[in-house]
C-alpha cells in the first residue's frame, strides 16, 4: 500500500520520550560533531564558552516568535534594536540607515534584490532588470534573482583571484540595477575590490551590494587588529547595502542574518503591505513569516558576552590559524593558496598534480574539507580552534601529497556539490 512506503507511516501510537531520544542518539552515529577540530568545512565555533552563552539564550526564547515582538515579546524588539545600534556602528552605516535582522544570508540577499528592483522599476521604469556578479559571487543570488525575474550577468574569470572590476564595468546596460561584490566569496576567501566596484556604481546610479555574510562579524575585527583589510563597508562612499550572517562568525546559531540599508528611506521597496486583510492590516519587511526568537537572542547574547575585546581574541586566533595552515601550504613545492585571503578561509590549488585525489587522501585521513572549482581547488574554513591542529594537517597533507606523487594515491573521481551531501 502506497502509505507504506519504505515501512515508515504515521506512527500509530506514541512512543515513550527517552526511547525517542535514544533512536535519535543512534541515528546520530554516524554524525559530526560540528564544531570537531577536524572539521574544516564552514562550522564557526567561537569557543565552547560561546556555545554555551548562545545556547542558553537561545534556550530561553525557543518558543517565542519575533513577528509577535510587538505585542507579546518585546524583548525580542529589543534585541533586535539594539543589535542593529552595534551592527551600524561597525559597519560605519550613516545614522540615517535602516536594517532588517533576517533568517540568514538567503534572506538579506533576497531582500536586498527585492528593494533594488522595485525601487529601479518604480524610479527608473527598468521592467526587465538584471544584475552584475562576479564569478565568485555565492550561487544564492542566481537561486533568489531567478525566484525574482532578474537576470544575472556573471563574470567568467576571477582575475588574481577577486571580482573583475573591468568585465563586471563593461557589462552594465539599460536595464542593469545592481552591482555585486563579497568580503570575502565563498569559494576563493580574498576580499572583492569593493572600493573599484562601488566607484563604478556610483558613477552609473547603480545599487551596489556587499556581501559580508563571511566577514562582516570578522574583517571588522581583523582591521582593528591592524591586519591589512580592503575598506568593505558603508565607509566606502557608493556601497547601498551590506549582508552579514551572525550565525557565521558572529557564533550565533543558525537562522539569524541582517540586510543594512545605507538610507531608511529605502525600505519602503523592502516592505510589503496588504491592507484591510481578514486579520487586520498586513505589514512585513521580511520574507519569512513566523520565525524562532532562539537566533536573535542567541546573537544578542554573544555580541554582549564577547564584546569588541572578545571578538578581537577569537578573531585573532582564527588569523592565526589561517596564517599557520597557508605558511605550510605554501612551503609544499605543488601546492598554492589563492590569492591573498583576509578573512577565515582560503583555497588552494596543486600544480602538476591531482587536487581531487590529495582531497581524497585528505577525507579518508578523516579531515573534513570543501572543494572547489575553476580552479580546482581545497577549501577550508578555520574557526578559532583550528590553529592548535595545523601540525597535524600539514603533516598529514604533505604525507598525501607525497602519495599522490608517487601514484600510490589516485581520485575516487566524485566531486562534492555543494549544498549535496
Ligand atoms: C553563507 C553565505 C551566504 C548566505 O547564506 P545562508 O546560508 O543563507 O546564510 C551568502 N554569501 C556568502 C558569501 C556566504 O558564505
Same mark, same amino acid.
Given at each position: 500500500?502506497?502509505?507504506?512506503?519504505?515501512?515508515?507511516?504515521?506512527?500509530?501510537?506514541?512512543?515513550?520520550?527517552?526511547?525517542?531520544?535514544?533512536?535519535?542518539?543512534?541515528?546520530?552515529?554516524?554524525?559530526?560533531?560540528?564544531?570537531?577540530?577536524?572539521?574544516?568545512?564552514?562550522?564557526?565555533?567561537?569557543?565552547?564558552?560561546?556555545?554555551?552563552?548562545?545556547?542558553?539564550?537561545?534556550?530561553?526564547?525557543?518558543?517565542?516568535?519575533?513577528?509577535?515582538?510587538?505585542?507579546?515579546?518585546?524583548?525580542?524588539?529589543?534585541?533586535?534594536?539594539?543589535?542593529?545600534?552595534?551592527?551600524?556602528?561597525?559597519?560605519?552605516?550613516?545614522?540615517?540607515?535602516?536594517?532588517?535582522?533576517?533568517?540568514?544570508?538567503?534572506?538579506?540577499? !533576497?531582500?536586498?534584490? #527585492?528593494?533594488?528592483?522595485? =525601487? *529601479?522599476?518604480?524610479?527608473?521604469?527598468? %521592467?526587465?532588470? $538584471?544584475?552584475?556578479?562576479?564569478?565568485?559571487?555565492?550561487?544564492?543570488?542566481?537561486?533568489?534573482?531567478?525566484?525574482?525575474?532578474?537576470?544575472? !550577468?556573471?563574470?567568467? #574569470?576571477?582575475?588574481?583571484? =577577486? *571580482?573583475?572590476?573591468?568585465?563586471?564595468? %563593461?557589462?552594465? $546596460?539599460?536595464?542593469?540595477?545592481?552591482?555585486?561584490?563579497?568580503?570575502?566569496?565563498?569559494?576563493?576567501?580574498?576580499?572583492?575590490?569593493?572600493?573599484?566596484?562601488?566607484?563604478?556604481?556610483?558613477?552609473?546610479?547603480?545599487?551596489?551590494?556587499?556581501?559580508?555574510?563571511?566577514?562582516?562579524?570578522?574583517?571588522?575585527?581583523?582591521?582593528?587588529?591592524?591586519?591589512?583589510?580592503?575598506?568593505?563597508?558603508?565607509?566606502?562612499?557608493?556601497?547601498?547595502?551590506?549582508?552579514?550572517?551572525?550565525?557565521?562568525?558572529?557564533?550565533?546559531?543558525?537562522?539569524?542574518?541582517?540586510?543594512?540599508?545605507?538610507?531608511?528611506?529605502?525600505?519602503?521597496?523592502?516592505?510589503?503591505?496588504?491592507?484591510?486583510?481578514?486579520?487586520?492590516?498586513?505589514?512585513?519587511?521580511?520574507?519569512?513569516?513566523?520565525?524562532?526568537?532562539?537566533?536573535?537572542?542567541?546573537?544578542?547574547?554573544?555580541?554582549?558576552?564577547?564584546?569588541?575585546?572578545?571578538?578581537?581574541?577569537?578573531?585573532?586566533?582564527?588569523?592565526?590559524?589561517?596564517?599557520?595552515?597557508?605558511?605550510?601550504?605554501?612551503?609544499?613545492?605543488?601546492?598554492?593558496?589563492?590569492?591573498?585571503?583576509?578573512?577565515?578561509?582560503?583555497?588552494?590549488?596543486?600544480?602538476?598534480?591531482?587536487?581531487?585525489?590529495?582531497?581524497?587522501?585528505?577525507?579518508?585521513?578523516?579531515?573534513?574539507?570543501?572543494?572547489?572549482?575553476?580552479?580546482?581547488?581545497?577549501?577550508?574554513?578555520?574557526?578559532?580552534?583550528?590553529?592548535?591542529?595545523?601540525?597535524?594537517?600539514?603533516?598529514?597533507?604533505?604525507?598525501?601529497?607525497?602519495?599522490?606523487?608517487?601514484?600510490?594515491?589516485?581520485?575516487?573521481?566524485?566531486?562534492?556539490?555543494?549544498?549535496?551531501?
Amino acid at each position: 500500500m502506497s502509505q507504506h512506503r519504505n515501512q515508515i507511516g504515521f506512527p500509530q501510537i506514541g512512543k515513550p520520550a527517552k526511547d525517542i531520544l535514544d533512536a535519535m542518539d543512534a541515528a546520530r552515529v554516524g554524525d559530526w560533531d560540528w564544531f570537531s577540530l577536524k572539521n574544516l568545512t564552514a562550522s564557526y565555533y567561537g569557543g565552547s564558552d560561546v556555545a554555551e552563552v548562545a545556547k542558553d539564550a537561545f534556550v530561553k526564547h525557543i518558543g517565542d516568535n519575533v513577528v509577535h515582538q510587538t505585542g507579546l515579546h518585546p524583548s525580542v524588539r529589543k534585541y533586535e534594536t539594539e543589535v542593529i545600534e552595534m551592527v551600524k556602528e561597525l559597519f560605519h552605516a550613516p545614522e540615517n540607515a535602516a536594517a532588517t535582522i533576517t533568517t540568514g544570508g538567503s534572506e538579506s540577499i !533576497i531582500l536586498a534584490l #527585492k528593494t533594488a528592483r522595485d =525601487r *529601479a522599476r518604480e524610479l527608473k521604469g527598468i %521592467a526587465e532588470p $538584471n544584475i552584475i556578479v562576479p564569478q565568485s559571487a555565492y550561487a544564492v543570488f542566481n537561486k533568489l534573482s531567478h525566484f525574482l525575474g532578474i537576470e544575472v !550577468i556573471q563574470m567568467d #574569470k576571477s582575475p588574481d583571484y =577577486r *571580482a573583475d572590476v573591468a568585465g563586471m564595468k %563593461a557589462a552594465i $546596460n539599460k536595464n542593469t540595477i545592481m552591482l555585486v561584490g563579497s568580503c570575502p566569496p565563498f569559494p576563493l576567501g580574498v576580499v572583492d575590490p569593493i572600493e573599484e566596484i562601488a566607484a563604478i556604481a556610483q558613477e552609473h546610479d547603480l545599487w551596489m551590494h556587499v556581501d559580508a555574510c563571511i566577514g562582516g562579524f570578522m574583517l571588522p575585527f581583523a582591521t582593528d587588529l591592524g591586519y591589512d583589510v580592503p575598506n568593505f563597508d558603508f565607509s566606502v562612499p557608493g556601497v547601498t547595502s551590506m549582508s552579514a550572517d551572525f550565525h557565521k562568525y558572529g557564533y550565533s546559531y543558525r537562522g539569524c542574518s541582517i540586510l543594512v540599508l545605507r538610507d531608511a528611506e529605502l525600505i519602503n521597496w523592502q516592505g510589503f503591505e496588504v491592507a484591510n486583510w481578514n486579520a487586520g492590516d498586513y505589514y512585513s519587511k521580511n520574507t519569512a513569516g513566523s520565525r524562532n526568537s532562539g537566533p536573535i537572542a542567541s546573537a544578542w547574547a554573544v555580541f554582549n558576552y564577547l564584546g569588541r575585546e572578545g571578538f578581537l581574541r577569537v578573531t585573532g586566533d582564527v588569523i592565526k590559524g589561517r596564517e599557520a595552515f597557508c605558511n605550510g601550504i605554501n612551503a609544499i613545492e605543488e601546492l598554492e593558496i589563492l590569492g591573498t585571503p583576509q578573512g577565515p578561509h582560503f583555497a588552494f590549488k596543486a600544480d602538476g598534480l591531482n587536487i581531487l585525489a590529495i582531497a581524497d587522501g585528505l577525507m579518508d585521513r578523516g579531515w573534513a574539507i570543501n572543494i572547489g572549482s575553476k580552479p580546482d581547488a581545497i577549501l577550508l574554513m578555520l574557526s578559532c580552534h583550528h590553529h592548535e591542529i595545523a601540525d597535524d594537517f600539514l603533516k598529514d597533507l604533505r604525507e598525501v601529497v607525497e602519495a599522490v606523487k608517487s601514484g600510490e594515491l589516485k581520485a575516487k573521481g566524485e566531486e562534492e556539490v555543494y549544498g549535496i551531501y
